[in-house]
């Protein structure tokens, strides 16, 4: 009787654990989404966007590609066949954005690089970037 009243706690323990990790998941995509669109918004009114560069190319692709996961996940199907497929492309359009933000950053040095000449930021950002991988 004591096992089963454990297995109880255990099950609610691990629920409640699903539901604070949901919570916090949607939080974290909604404040992100907004600030994304809000950086969208005010790159467009305040700067020229000649796009002739790919780091102002891959920008809008990113925006892009956040809004299309966040719409895949209110049109959620029930459980069957398609969920599989759902749940792939949704997962593809939440962490593709993280790798080809990564790339972007390395993309928009060298596009500043190359428009200023100035070896200093560049400089800032390799060594960052060295540092933090010798941190493990």
Request: hydrophobic share 45%; glycine share 6%.
């Amino acid at each position: 009787m004591v096992d089963a009243k454990l297995h109880i706690k255990l099950a609610i323990l691990d629920y409640s654990i699903i539901c604070l990790f949901f919570s916090f998941n949607v939080f974290t995509d909604i404040f992100s989404g907004s600030v994304d669109t809000i950086r969208a918004v005010v790159l467009i009114k305040n700067f020229e966007n000649s796009f002739d560069n790919n780091h102002q190319k891959l920008g809008p692709a990113l925006c892009g590609a956040m809004w299309v996961q966040a719409l895949i996940g209110f049109f959620r199907p029930s459980k069957g066949n398609i969920r599989s497929t759902w749940y792939f492309l949704h997962w593809f359009f939440g962490t593709s954005p993280s790798l080809v933000g990564i790339i972007n950053i390395y993309t928009g040095l060298k596009a500043y690089h190359d428009k200023t000449s100035s070896t200093a930021i560049w400089a800032i950002g390799r060594c960052s970037q060295l540092w933090d991988n010798n941190i493990d």
